[in-house]
């Protein structure tokens, strides 16, 4: 039965795509990209970005279901059951053409926008396609304000923190990102109830499996009467942040004087992200 209801839905999203005001829900627009990328593996009818855009697509509701409560093993089933639906469609069927005109219509547009927004649960990332600054970038407001990602300055783009300084204030000295370990522990599932309970806490790697990676720190200037305090990671923390569930959290340590004060990162979207500002336009 749910595989019928499965190919009854991706049937109905053949026939017509959904209109942009009435947006899906994670289920129906990870069946719908799903199943046309799979009409795309075996009938080559998308052009190639917008089968990357799909893609990113793709990756955006997958998260979304995973954030809803969806557990790894379900997502791999409803994959498991919108792939089957899809390899029944012949090539030459008309609502495969007809959508297909439809996802270089709706995806065309959203792989040409120079920002674009990735939600999360309680955080989202901003993509830019942007020669200078913020690249990639999450804002913190509590406990202080910051904002954490991939700044770029002149030719070289850095994972970074900002944090403003008041006039007369101590800068922070250092910090530190912690996140899981992926040699030591697998990703663990995190269901809604704990989210719900601990926030982005429940997201956080358990002690025995975390990695420290510490930063380096400068001060800049933003204008007459402010600073910020700017801390760079090596490439290798982003590297390992963008190879981690959506569901999970890092958290940045930041030492000022004798107060350590943690900043949580929601990891979200953050490789759909990445992957949006490396489409061809």
Do not use: K
Request: glycine content about 6%.
């Amino acid at each position: 039965m749910r595989a019928l209801l499965l190919a009854a839905a991706l049937t109905a999203f053949f026939a017509a795509a959904a209109s942009a005001q009435a947006g899906p829900n994670a289920r129906e627009a990870y069946v719908e990209r799903r199943g046309l990328i799979e009409i795309d593996n075996q009938c080559r009818l998308l052009d190639r970005s917008i089968r990357d855009a799909l893609e990113i697509g793709l990756a955006q509701a997958r998260g979304s279901l995973l954030r809803e409560g969806w557990s790894t093993a379900q997502v791999r089933q409803l994959e498991q059951s919108v792939v089957g639906a899809a390899q029944s469609r012949r090539c030459d069927d008309p609502r495969s053409r007809q959508s297909v005109a439809d996802a270089n219509r709706s995806f065309a547009s959203w792989a040409n926008a120079a920002t674009m927004q990735f939600p999360g649960w309680q955080r989202g990332w901003t993509a830019r396609r942007a020669h200078e600054g913020w690249r990639i970038s999450q804002m913190i407001d509590a406990p202080i304000a910051a904002t954490f990602g991939v700044r770029q300055q002149a030719s070289a783009q850095r994972l970074t923190l900002t944090l403003p300084v008041a006039r007369g204030a101590a800068a922070p000295t250092s910090a530190r990102l912690v996140m899981r370990d992926q040699a030591r522990e697998r990703a663990t599932e995190i269901s809604l109830p704990q989210r719900v309970a601990y926030g982005l806490a429940a997201g956080e790697a358990p002690a025995h499996a975390q990695q420290t990676i510490p930063a380096t720190r400068s001060i800049e200037r933003v204008d007459a009467n402010r600073n910020q305090a700017v801390f760079t990671f090596p490439d290798d923390a982003f590297r390992d942040l963008l190879a981690l569930d959506p569901r999970e959290t890092v958290a940045i340590e930041v030492q000022t004087g004798r107060v350590t004060q943690r900043l949580l990162v929601e990891v979200g979207d953050i490789a759909a992200a990445r992957a949006f500002l490396t489409l061809r336009r």
